[in-house]
């Protein structure tokens, strides 16, 4: 079946330092969205991504699409103690009937440090 | 709107017991999802329904099941509680059109363990 794959696991960083996240599918997805967890919390939305090569900017955060729709990335400029909490990326797989399925990674923790 | 609520919030169960946990949404979303999410792990999709009457399995359906007699209802049924199904328990929905698919909005989980 289809898996996404994120790395890394865990991201420790001082307050101030840039973060970055990385996710891979092993098919081709139609879209991929990124959700935030705060620890003792529910997923959040954050962002989703359609087009090929497709980068999106929030704030302090950009989203980028790979161009083979089978990769994406979230970076952070200059964490801040708020951006604490785990990073998911989730993935829809193109073609056929997915009925809105989306394949979760595992998840990046992101501590950052005063 | 109150979005997606879930209840109980917390439930410590024993081996073999039985037990519903509930899933309400009320913004008229006609997909609903029950995930499960291990320690440090990804969520896993156990169940999911695209209306009323209809449901299907995910990844991880064993020792669940669900029904979806309402669109603003979807419980998740555990039977014969195992240690293995101690978890947190999220349950989800998303409005479709056109197969146009937006963001999932997410319960605030429930935590339940099983021993």
């Known amino acids: 079946g289809q898996q996404v794959m994120q790395i890394p696991q865990y991201q420790h960083v001082q307050e101030g330092e840039d973060f970055t996240t990385y996710c891979n599918s092993s098919?081709?997805?139609?879209?991929i969205q990124w959700y935030k967890q705060r620890p003792g919390g529910h997923p959040v939305f954050l962002i989703q991504?359609?087009?090929?090569?497709e980068v999106k900017k929030q704030k302090r955060l950009t989203f980028q699409f790979g161009e083979a729709k089978k990769n994406s990335s979230l970076h952070i400029t200059a964490t801040q103690t708020t951006d604490v909490g785990t990073y998911f990326c989730?993935?829809?797989?193109?073609?056929?009937?997915?009925?809105?399925?989306?394949?979760f990674g595992q998840g990046t923790i992101l501590t950052v440090h005063p | 709107n109150a979005g997606v609520t879930q209840t109980p919030k917390f439930r410590i169960l024993k081996i073999g017991q039985s037990m519903t946990l509930q899933c309400t949404q009320d913004m008229n979303h006609n997909y609903m999802y029950w995930y499960r999410q291990d320690p440090g792990m990804g969520l896993k999709l156990i169940y999911y329904s695209v209306g009323a009457g209809i449901t299907d399995k995910g990844e991880v359906p064993n020792g669940y099941n669900v029904s979806r007699s309402t669109t603003e209802d979807f419980p998740l049924r555990l039977e014969l509680a195992a240690p293995s199904q101690t978890s947190v328990y999220f349950c989800a929905s998303i409005k479709v059109r056109d197969r146009i698919y937006n963001e999932q909005f997410f319960g605030p989980g429930t935590r339940l363990t099983v021993l």
């Open positions: 991504l359609v087009k090929s090569g």
């Open positions: 098919t081709t997805l139609s879209n």
């Open positions: 989730a993935g829809r797989v193109a073609g056929g009937t997915s009925y809105g399925k989306l394949t």
